[in-house]
């Protein structure tokens, strides 16, 4: 399973710019995915995730009604919408899926995902 992050680069503080995963290689609409993002000397963390039905989602407080995290599964594709960005969202983001998740239940700790893209570095200037 291959995962292909785009969209970062340099943008400034309340830009909204959006990151995109593609998937290739294995089932799309069978896994959870979700975007981490690591900070400069911190530690993963995570962003946001959304179930195979994309009927439920979750956010980490600190993006909570900042970000939205979407899914085309006909696209294999997983989105990551940020609007008013802040100088704290600088990071490099990570999309990941994980497999055999029951129901509408939503990991969000970094173990629980088995496939992992190489990042896309997101630089928030003020």
């Known amino acids: 399973v291959q995962l292909q992050a785009s969209g970062g680069g340099l943008v400034q503080a309340g830009d909204s710019p959006r990151l995109s995963c593609a998937v290739s290689g294995g089932t799309f609409s069978s896994y959870v995915m979700g975007w981490f993002r690591q900070a400069p000397g911190k530690e993963r963390e995570s962003v946001a995730a959304i179930t195979v039905s994309g009927g439920n989602t979750y956010y980490a407080d600190s993006v909570k009604g900042r970000f939205t995290i979407s899914r085309d599964n006909a696209k294999n594709t997983v989105y990551l919408q940020m609007n008013s960005l802040k100088v704290e969202d600088t990071a490099v983001y990570y999309c990941?899926?994980?497999?055999?998740?029951?129901?509408?239940?939503?990991?969000?700790?970094?173990?629980?995902?088995?496939?992992w893209g190489q990042g896309t570095l997101v630089t928030v200037s003020s």
């Open positions: 990941a899926a994980a497999a055999g998740v029951v129901g509408e239940y939503v990991p969000n700790r970094p173990r629980r995902y088995e496939y």
